[in-house]
């Protein structure tokens, strides 16, 4: 079983900056079985689908919703477990539940975080 925990989100004006941490866990989740998962940063606004923001992958290959290029960096501390995103030149249209997202190799398995509130307002 695998736990992920998403923290870091909040309220913050158009232009400024968040940084959002999933921590992952479980029995079953060691630093070497973490290292194989792919993590997905998705959000979902209200009345909107669950939208695919940015992802990397076991070897460190990332990728971006065109939306996002180049306001926002993805990253991952596989000794630590944890997955960053960094958000930089928010703008309103980024308000949105964002969600962790680990995919086994192979995608045989998905988790989900709770997710973590993104209110960007001036």
């Known amino acids: 079983q695998v736990q992920l925990v998403e923290s870091g989100g909040g309220l913050v004006q158009p232009g400024g900056s968040l940084r959002l941490s999933c921590a992952a866990s479980?029995?079953?989740?060691?630093?070497?079985?973490?290292?194989?998962?792919?993590m997905n940063w998705y959000r979902q606004a209200p009345g909107q689908q669950r939208e695919l923001v940015a992802g990397?992958?076991?070897?460190?290959?990332?990728y971006y919703a065109d939306s996002v290029k180049g306001r926002f960096t993805v990253s991952r501390d596989n000794a630590k477990k944890t997955v960053n995103l960094q958000m930089n030149s928010l703008k309103l249209e980024d308000t949105a539940v964002y969600y962790c997202?680990?995919?086994?190799?192979?995608?045989?398995?998905?988790?989900w975080g709770q997710g973590t509130q993104v209110t960007v307002s001036s």
């Open positions: 997202n680990a995919e086994t190799p192979g995608r045989i398995k998905s988790y």
């Open positions: 479980g029995s079953s989740l060691s630093i070497g079985s973490f290292s194989l998962n792919t």
């Open positions: 990397i992958t076991n070897g460190f290959g990332t």
